[in-house]
C-alpha cells in the first residue's frame, strides 16, 4: 500500500472516532493510567480502528499499539526483529485532547527488520498530514516538500521539564521553552526550524520512531543522552534530538550535566 493510502486510514481514523469526541468527552470517559498521564475512551477505540484497517492490508505485519502495550495486549519485545511492523501513537498529546487544544494527532511508523522505513503524522484540527519515507531526504507535508527556516542566531530549544524550561546554556543557547505537549508537533516545528533541538524524558517508540526518521532525512540527530542512537531497539530514558549534528553536541551537555 502506498504512503498516500495508508495516510488515508490515518484520515479515517480520526474523522470516525476521534475527532467527533474533541471538547465532547464525559469525565467517566478520561482515566489516568498512571498518576498524571491520561487515556481516553478515543484513544483505546482509535488504536482499535486503526490496528484492524492496517491488518486487512498487512495480515502479516506485528501491530503494536501504545495503549495495548499497556494493557499488556501486545508487547515490544518483537519490534526490533520483526520483518515488517507498525507503531501506533492513537492520539499523541492526550492530555491537549482532553482539555480541548488543537495540538494532537495520530501517529504511525513501519519499522522493517528493525529500520524505521515509514512515517506518517496527522493534526486533524490543521488538516495536515506530515510524511516521511526512508532514502528520499525530504519530508513532506499535505504532499509538499518542508523547506526547514535558517537557524537562529542562539540556538532554540524546547523540553517537557520544567527543570530545563527557561535554562540558557550561558548564552550559548537561547532560553528552552515549553514543549507544544506532543511529540506530533514538536517534531514538525524542528522539521520547519521553529526550533533547533528537543530534550524528552521518555523514549517510548509510539512517540519518537515517525519523527527520528524525519531528522534522519533532512540532516537531523536523533540520541540517547548516552549519545546511542534512537532505534525501534532503544529503551530507556532520556532522549535528545536536534536539526543537526552541531546543534545536538551544543545541547548534550545541557542533558547531561
Sequence with gaps: MDTAGIGQLLRETAA??????????????VLEKLPGDLVTVAD??????????????????????????FLGQTSLDELATAPHAFVIDP?????????????????????????????????PQYERMY?????????????????????HRLVQGAAGSR???????DGRLAPI??????????????????????????????DHLTGALMLHETGGRARMFSGE????????KGLLVARTE????????LVQR
Design 177 to 206: 521553552v515549553r514543549s507544544s505537549g506532543a511529540a506530533c508537533f514538536d517534531y514538525p516545528m524542528l522539521v520547519h526550524g521553529d526550533i533547533d533541538f528537543m530534550v524528552f524524558t521518555n523514549a517510548h517508540p509510539w
Design 91 to 123: 492520539i499523541d498529546g492526550t492530555r491537549n485532547f482532553v482539555t480541548g487544544k488543537a495540538e494532537h494527532g495520530v501517529m504511525l511508523a513501519e519499522v522493517r527488520d528493525g529500520v524505521t522505513t515509514r512515517g506518517w503524522i496527522w493534526q
Design 131 to 151: 510524511t516521511v519515507t526512508r532514502g528520499e531526504g525530504r519530508v513532506l507535508c499535505n504532499g509538499e516538500e518542508v523547506v526547514g527556516r535558517a537557524r
Design 246 to 253: 552541531e546543534v545536538w553536541q551544543l545541547a548534550a551537555p
Design 44 to 69: 483505546r477505540e482509535a488504536e482499535e480502528y486503526l490496528a484492524w484497517l492496517l491488518g486487512q492490508h498487512f495480515p502479516d505485519a506485528l501491530i503494536v499499539g501504545e495503549e495495548g502495550v
Design 16 to 29: 470516525r472516532v476521534i475527532t467527533p469526541r474533541f471538547r465532547q468527552l464525559a469525565d467517566s470517559e
Design 163 to 169: 527543570r530545563l524550561v527557561g535554562f540558557d546554556a
Design 229 to 236: 542512537d534512537y532505534t525501534a531497539a532503544t529503551h530507556g
